[in-house]
């Protein structure tokens, strides 16, 4: 099982900011897990998932979207912060 995070306005384009799902064997990286669910859930969570304006984070730390990924990980989606 893999926890699911969301963020700000992705959280509000896509109605959720939390859910566990089963981990497909095909998904072994961040990048996999977002094309997976871009192509299980439709267009729009594929269009916000295909933002390169999107940061990912793996058990709270900020990665890359080669970052590789395991049942029992943490995965976080949200927006760029911006400061002032």
């Known amino acids: ?5 969301y963020f700000a306005g992705l959280r509000d384009v896509l109605g959720v900011d939390r859910e566990a ?3 497909p064997e095909q998904v072994q990286t961040v990048s996999d897990l ?3 669910l ?9 269009s916000a998932l295909a933002s390169k ?3 990912t984070a ?3 730390e900020i990665c890359s979207r ?4 395991t049942s029992g990980d943490e995965v976080a989606f949200f927006p ?3 400061g002032g």
Do not use: A, F
């Open 58 to 60: 793996v058990n709270q």
């Open 34 to 36: 977002m094309m997976y």
């Open 21 to 23: 799902v089963e981990l």
């Open 80 to 82: 760029p912060v911006t």
């Open 66 to 69: 080669d970052k590789s990924i």
């Open 1 to 5: 099982m893999l926890t699911l995070c």
């Open 38 to 46: 871009g192509h299980l859930r439709g267009d729009k969570w594929q």
């Open 53 to 55: 304006l999107i940061c």
